[in-house]
Structures are given as structure tokens and as C-alpha cells.
């Protein structure tokens, strides 16, 4: 049975940056496409980033390019989110996803979600 669990969340200051995992298990990683999602308190959940099967594509939101950046460790069977910059408006739950697809420049993911891990974005 395939689990994610996510890890890495925490207090940050405005500015700083914040790396999040995700690892995998029951199953492999590789050759699938993977997505992360955050979701922050009264708000619907926002799709953050999204890797294509080849990993020659990544997908951002627009609320966060230029500043996190996802990837990969297949030999780990982990992802990734290197957050920088960050500001209190990315205060949610961060969750990966297994499964993801960009319909009209918006990120939705098809498979199973991990648990979350908070991120506090305060001074």
C-alpha cells in the first residue's frame, strides 16, 4: 500500500527558507508524475508544484515561481520542496501527492496525499 509522509514544516521567518520531504514508500517514485499542495486555514487547497513522469518538466504556481523549487531523489524515493523567500501568505498544510496533471494553468493531483506538514510563515 503506497504511503506518503511529509516532514520538514516549522516556523520560518519572512525571508527564510524551508525545505520540505516527502517520502515514499510502497511503491517507487520514479516515472510518475508528483505534485505538492498546500492548503491554508479557511482557504481550498492550492496546487503548488507539479514534476512530469520525465522530470523534464516542473510546473508552479504562479504564487511561488521563481522562489520554491521542487525535485526528485529516486534512489531515496523522496521529493523535494526547497521554499526561499517565503512570506506569511505561504502559511498552510504542505502536502505531496502522487499523480498530477496543469488543467488551464491550475495543478490537480489524481492519486494518494500525504498527511501534511505545517509551515508558520511569522515574524
Known amino acids: 500500500q503506497a504511503k506518503l509522509v511529509e516532514s520538514g514544516g516549522g516556523l520560518v521567518q519572512p525571508g527564510g527558507s524551508l525545505r520540505l520531504s516527502c517520502a515514499a514508500s510502497?511503491?517507487?517514485?520514479?516515472?510518475?508524475?508528483i505534485g505538492w499542495f498546500r492548503q491554508a486555514p479557511g482557504k481550498e487547497r492550492e496546487g503548488v508544484s507539479c514534476i512530469n513522469r520525465s522530470d523534464d518538466n516542473i510546473y508552479y504556481a504562479d504564487s511561488v515561481k521563481g522562489r520554491f523549487t521542487a525535485s526528485r531523489d529516486n534512489d531515496k524515493n523522496t521529493m523535494y520542496l526547497q521554499m526561499a523567500s517565503v512570506k506569511p501568505e505561504d502559511t498552510a498544510n504542505y502536502h505531496c501527492?502522487?499523480?498530477?496533471?496543469?488543467?488551464?494553468?491550475?495543478?490537480?493531483?489524481?492519486?494518494?496525499w500525504g498527511p501534511g506538514t505545517p509551515v508558520t510563515v511569522s515574524s
Open positions: 501527492a502522487l499523480g498530477c496533471m496543469v488543467v488551464n494553468g491550475e495543478i490537480w493531483s489524481f492519486g494518494s
Open positions: 510502497g511503491l517507487s517514485l520514479e516515472n510518475r508524475s
